[in-house]
């Protein structure tokens, strides 16, 4: 009889402590940041981004992978930027690409044939139908270019770092941003320097969010051949840039 309320007195001990436990375990469980969807391509693909710190922070910074789809290096720097923490007081939000269509084509252009980065409003003119630098067929007519509108006026950022190749340096066109992006460009070991197109470089990203943001826009060029040392240390001069603003 002893044996049998012992055996008894076990078993109703291993489930209390069970029951205490599981609601301990899921209320304590640091969920991991979750992708959110914020907006379309022409094609209907999601364009997602992902935040990295507290949404709320006074300092946020936004990083665009990549704009044109034959130009990934980008992607592996977002990639890099998600697995370190940012600086306290600051929120770095992710954007892989804005133009996942021309991502899985391989594609500058947009599934329409446009640059995404000739389709901003600010100084937009018709330009270049039927080339790789198609303006589009009048300012934001491209759903990529209104997502990342929406997103950035929602999210205000302090500064747009936005990834491209293959010219290996860092534009510091717009005035407010040259302080910054030198600095940036001596943190990935490139030159920094006024970039002038091949051809008229209007309705560019940064010209807008430089216009209609006031914040510190730059044209990160990385060179046509990454390295994984050379994404690790971008990741990095992106966390430091974060915390020197």
């Given at each position: 009889m002893g044996g049998k309320w012992v055996r008894v007195t076990f078993i109703i001990a291993v489930l209390f402590t069970t029951f205490l436990l599981i609601p301990l375990t899921a209320s304590t469980a640091t969920a991991a940041p979750?992708?959110?969807?914020?907006?379309?391509?022409?094609?209907?693909?999601?364009?997602?981004?992902?935040?990295?710190?507290?949404?709320?922070a006074q300092l946020?910074?936004?990083?665009l992978g990549q704009m044109h789809g034959d130009e990934p290096a980008g992607q592996r720097v977002v990639t890099a930027l998600s697995r370190l923490?940012?600086?306290?007081?600051?929120?770095?939000?992710?954007?892989?690409t804005m133009n996942p269509d021309g991502a899985a084509d391989g594609t500058r252009t947009n599934a329409r044939g446009v640059d995404l980065n000739r389709?901003?409003?600010?100084?937009?003119?018709s330009q270049d139908k039927g080339t790789q630098e198609w303006s589009g067929s009048r300012a934001a007519s491209e759903p990529e270019t209104q997502t990342m509108m929406s997103f950035l006026q929602k999210i205000k950022p302090a500064a747009v770092l936005s990834f491209h190749q293959p010219f290996g340096v860092v534009d510091i066109t717009h005035r407010p941003a040259r302080e910054a992006g030198r600095q940036l460009a001596k943190w990935l070991d490139l030159p920094a320097r006024v970039v002038d197109c091949t051809g008229?470089?209007?309705?560019?990203l940064t010209e807008w969010a430089t216009a209609e943001l006031d914040a510190i826009a730059l044209t990160v060029e990385l060179p046509a051949s990454v390295r994984e040392s050379e994404v690790s240390r971008a990741a990095r001069a992106v966390m430091r840039l974060a915390r020197a603003l």
């Open positions: 979750a992708w959110q969807e914020i907006g379309v391509s022409r094609e209907g693909t999601p364009i997602r981004a992902l935040v990295l710190g507290d949404p709320s946020r910074i936004v990083v923490t940012p600086p306290q007081g600051a929120a770095i939000w992710l954007i892989p389709n901003f409003p600010t100084q937009w003119r008229p470089c209007r309705g560019t």
